[in-house]
């Protein structure tokens, strides 16, 4: 196979930097209207038929033939079975990142409190998981056990009583590994259903499927455009763009190694992003030379080139400082410190979804089995947002109790403010907490 690599040249030095830059970055998730037409239909056919809808979305969307809801649904007993048909080592290696990723997130769990004030008011904050989430992942080839390790697990540290999963399976085509990894994440139902479809079934609910509190899982254009419509009927993660990957390097790392860690993300898609930024030009030469004689060895060959050529770019800065205000600007998903010394330069990121740090530490192994969550923030959105974690699936509650002094006292305030904006039952309501002996004053 032959391909031609031409990825972009950008210097931070060039007047017009700024303007290529954006003009890179730029990614829309945007729907065409007969996407987002056709997506309302489903939603629509699904609140009012339910199950029937399903299954009939199901034959005519994934080829298979289903008679009923009941074909579409997987009990615990058949993902107890798909643990005895992967190899031990991929049952080895499913459990062993499954522990990671428990464990990095047991750290997460935010716990309730309270404290109490002089006058024996309490005042504190209740977590509470939610009751049911739901989990959507890709079927047929294309899917990643992955994700449901990195989705599932933190629902169940958060102490989210079930987890509703929900995977197509294209042609009655089954993805062991996706069952085996639901398995080990303790997922308690799996239904067989995906595409906008399913997500309005946990949203709404049907005869079958029950009505989730929050959906999370990546999918196609279908799943993202109905995850808008049904979000505030329920809560979903992110609507989430093509995966990215910004490497910042002093020019010390191998150029192998780099041109393979930005090969790791382009070979998602065509509009996956890989970015090299360093302040050495003659190694940005000799990555670019790395990725022409790597390129041909790839599997995903085609797929990697059209994104390292349309969306790629190596760009070179004044120096390290300048590559960090480069960094911080693109606010990557993916962001490697490359460097001799990543600690140093770690209180300069500001925005970044995760931080893979030293030159040994790839992307790759953050997918994985690292611990941390591979669900993160895309499109710049690092700037405001942070990676799904066990706090996505607890909700708090505020805590107020007032002593009969406390609740006096507080009146007054209560009082005055509530008159200045004209609400006179907010104030009367507070007044008559108002100890008599402090009215007569």
Same mark, same amino acid.
């Given at each position: 196979?032959?391909?031609?690599?031409?990825?972009?040249?950008?210097?931070?030095?060039?007047?017009d930097f700024a303007r290529h830059l954006d003009h890179?970055?730029?990614?829309?998730?945007?729907?065409?209207?007969?996407?987002?037409?056709?997506?309302?239909?489903? #939603?629509?056919?699904?609140?009012?038929?339910?199950?029937?809808?399903?299954?009939?979305?199901?034959?005519?969307?994934?080829?298979?033939?289903?008679?009923?809801?009941?074909?579409?649904?997987?009990?615990?007993? &058949?993902l107890e079975l798909a643990l005895t048909r992967i190899?031990?080592?991929?049952?080895?290696?499913?459990?062993?990142?499954?522990?990671?990723?428990?464990?990095?997130?047991?750290?997460?769990?935010?716990?309730?409190?309270?404290?109490?004030?002089?006058?024996?008011?309490?005042?504190?904050?209740?977590?509470?998981?939610?009751?049911?989430?739901?989990?959507?992942?890709?079927?047929?080839?294309?899917?990643?056990?992955?994700?449901?390790?990195?989705?599932? =697990?933190?629902?169940?540290?958060?102490?989210?009583?079930? $987890?509703?999963?929900?995977?197509?399976?294209?042609?009655?085509?089954?993805? @062991?590994?996706?069952?085996?990894?639901?398995?080990?994440?303790?997922?308690?139902?799996?239904?067989?259903?995906?595409?906008?479809?399913?997500?309005?079934?946990?949203?709404?609910?049907?005869?079958? /499927?029950?009505?989730?509190?929050?959906?999370?899982?990546?999918?196609? #254009?279908? $799943?993202?455009?109905?995850?808008?419509?049904?979000?505030?009927?329920?809560? #979903?993660?992110?609507?989430?763009?093509?995966?990215?990957?910004?490497?910042?390097?002093?020019?010390?790392?191998?150029?192998?190694?780099?041109?393979?860690?930005?090969?790791?993300?382009?070979?998602?898609?065509?509009?996956?992003?890989?970015?090299?930024?360093?302040?050495?030009?003659?190694?940005?030469?000799? /990555?670019?030379?790395?990725?022409?004689?790597?390129?041909?060895?790839?599997?995903?060959?085609?797929? =990697?080139?059209?994104?390292?050529?349309? &969306?790629?770019?190596?760009?070179?800065?004044?120096?390290?400082?300048?590559?960090?205000?480069?960094?911080?600007?693109?606010?990557?998903?993916?962001?490697?410190?490359?460097?001799?010394?990543?600690?140093?330069?770690?209180?300069?990121? &500001?925005?970044?979804?995760?931080?893979?740090? *030293?030159?040994?530490?790839?992307?790759?192994? *953050?997918?994985?089995?690292?611990?941390?969550n591979h669900v993160l923030p895309t499109s710049g959105?690092?700037?405001?947002?942070?990676?799904?974690?066990?706090?996505?699936?607890?909700? &708090?509650?505020?805590?107020?109790?007032?002593?009969?002094? *406390?609740?006096? @006292?507080?009146?007054?305030?209560?009082?005055?403010?509530?008159? *200045?904006?004209?609400?006179?039952?907010?104030?009367?309501?507070?007044?008559?907490?108002?100890?008599?002996?402090?009215?007569?004053?």
């Amino acid at each position: 196979m032959t391909v031609s690599t031409a990825i972009a040249r950008l210097n931070a030095a060039d007047p017009d930097f700024a303007r290529h830059l954006d003009h890179l970055l730029s990614w829309e998730s945007v729907s065409d209207d007969a996407v987002n037409q056709r997506v309302l239909d489903i #939603i629509k056919a699904v609140r009012e038929r339910g199950d029937a809808a399903l299954v009939e979305f199901t034959q005519r969307f994934d080829g298979v033939d289903a008679k009923s809801i009941d074909d579409l649904i997987l009990n615990r007993e &058949r993902l107890e079975l798909a643990l005895t048909r992967i190899t031990p080592a991929q049952r080895e290696a499913l459990e062993t990142a499954a522990n990671r990723v428990r464990m990095y997130h047991e750290r997460q769990k935010q716990n309730s409190w309270q404290y109490t004030e002089a006058d024996g008011t309490v005042l504190g904050q209740k977590v509470t998981p939610l009751d049911r989430a739901g989990l959507y992942v890709p079927g047929g080839k294309a899917s990643y056990p992955s994700s449901v390790l990195m989705n599932a =697990i933190p629902a169940k540290v958060a102490g989210v009583a079930e $987890v509703v999963m929900v995977v197509p399976t294209p042609r009655g085509e089954v993805n @062991e590994l996706v069952l085996a990894a639901a398995c080990i994440a303790g997922v308690d139902r799996v239904f067989t259903v995906g595409g906008a479809q399913a997500v309005a079934a946990l949203a709404y609910g049907t005869e079958s /499927v029950p009505q989730v509190d929050k959906i999370v899982g990546p999918g196609n #254009i279908y $799943v993202a455009t109905a995850k808008r419509h049904v979000f505030g009927q329920v809560g #979903i993660d992110m609507i989430a763009g093509p995966s990215e990957i910004l490497v910042v390097c002093d020019g010390q790392t191998d150029p192998d190694w780099i041109a393979m860690d930005l090969f790791s993300q382009a070979e998602h898609d065509e509009d996956a992003q890989a970015i090299l930024v360093s302040p050495d030009a003659a190694f940005l030469d000799r /990555v670019a030379a790395s990725i022409d004689k790597l390129m041909p060895t790839m599997e995903r060959a085609e797929i =990697i080139e059209k994104s390292i050529n349309g &969306r790629g770019a190596l760009i070179q800065v004044r120096d390290m400082q300048q590559a960090m205000d480069v960094a911080n600007r693109i606010a990557p998903e993916h962001l490697e410190l490359s460097v001799a010394d990543p600690q140093a330069w770690l209180p300069h990121i &500001r925005h970044a979804g995760a931080i893979f740090m *030293g030159r040994h530490t790839s992307e790759a192994l *953050g997918d994985y089995c690292a611990g941390p969550n591979h669900v993160l923030p895309t499109s710049g959105t690092a700037r405001f947002s942070s990676p799904l974690g066990v706090y996505d699936f607890q909700k &708090r509650s505020s805590i107020i109790f007032c002593s009969e002094q *406390g609740a006096s @006292e507080l009146g007054h305030t209560a009082s005055i403010l509530a008159r *200045g904006e004209s609400l006179t039952a907010h104030a009367r309501s507070a007044e008559y907490r108002i100890l008599t002996q402090e009215k007569g004053n």
